[in-house]
């Protein structure tokens, strides 16, 4: 499929050609700017991506519940985030995102560090080109260190046009 471009994936693009140990850094640097609580939360951006974004998060001290564990709102964030920026990655300029609903769902202790796959369809992309408003739910896995997903969450973001008609 051929992608059309938008601010973050042109962003994406540039880092793109950086040489591959650098890129998880300045994503993770220059997304921290555009929202400035991931930076504070440590998120590293793993793999960007239209159709498919990888963020993770280390287990450490500023992130841990009481059990020494991640934070049970870490987590969240962590779905939250991929989610988030895989749209971020599609919906065109013009259009403003919004997360509609978030449903999380907490199945066993996790183990570790964590991570967020999302990732979207070639039709949920299309839908936020091809219309001026909607909603997409999008499929994020979160798994900790042993591979298993302690979380199962749901993560609906919406978009509408920026300019609101007259």
């Known amino acids: 499929m051929d992608y059309q471009k938008n601010s973050m994936s042109r962003i994406a693009d540039k880092v793109g050609k950086l040489p591959v140990g650098m890129r998880s850094r300045v994503l993770s640097l220059l997304f921290g700017r555009l929202v400035p609580f991931l930076s504070t939360s440590g ?4 793999q960007v991506g239209h159709s498919s974004l990888t963020v993770s998060i280390r287990n450490q001290r500023k992130v841990q519940n009481h059990i ?3 934070h049970a709102a870490a987590m969240a964030l962590l779905a939250e985030t991929a989610s988030g920026f895989v749209v971020g990655m599609n ?7 919004l997360l509609k ?4 769902n907490y199945i066993k202790r996790a183990q570790g560090n964590m991570r967020a796959v999302a990732t979207l369809s070639d039709a949920q992309i299309h839908a936020m080109y091809d219309t001026d408003k909607g909603d997409v ?7 900790d260190e042993s591979g298993e997903s ?10 509408v046009p920026k300019k609101r008609p007259q």
């Open 137 to 143: 739910l999008v499929d994020v896995s979160v798994t």
């Open 91 to 97: 919906v065109p300029d013009d259009k403003l995102m």
């Open 150 to 159: 302690p979380v199962i969450c749901e993560m609906v973001w919406a978009w």
């Open 68 to 70: 020494k564990g991640v």
């Open 101 to 104: 609903s978030m449903k999380v």
């Open 43 to 46: 998120i590293r951006f793993e």
